[in-house]
Nanobody
């Protein structure tokens, strides 16, 4: 599986951005897609996740109500709509894919659970 992330950029606080992650290759093996972010000096952490088949979603508490993860299976693409951006959202954002089957209701939240990674896209929110 290959992942190509795009959509990052510079935005003022309160603004919006939409990130895209296009998957190619063995996409039928994907079970979950996630968006992670890593700020300078901090660990990479999960922002949002969505099963490749299904409508349920997971969000980190810090982005609930502001970010929305969605997917277009026909285009093999996952999106992260980011609204009401804050300076603390500044980070490199990575999309990732997990091919593992889990029990119903479980969301993989750790970076080591994801096998495939995109190259990262920088989001900078100015105050």
């Amino acid at each position: 599986v290959q992942l190509q992330a795009s959509g990052g950029g510079l935005v003022q606080a309160g603004g919006s951005l939409r990130l895209s992650c296009a998957a190619s290759g063995r996409t039928l093996s994907i079970r979950f897609m996630g968006w992670f972010r890593q700020a300078p000096g901090k660990e990479r952490s999960l922002v949002a996740a969505i099963p490749w088949s299904g409508a349920s979603t997971y969000y980190a508490d810090s982005v609930k109500g502001r970010f929305t993860i969605s997917k277009d299976n026909a285009k093999n693409t996952v999106y992260l709509q980011m609204n009401s951006l804050k300076p603390e959202d500044t980070a490199v954002y990575y999309c990732a894919a997990d091919p593992t089957y889990y029990r119903v209701g479980y969301f993989p939240r750790q970076s080591y659970e994801y096998d495939y990674w995109g190259q990262g896209t920088l989001v900078t929110v100015s105050s």
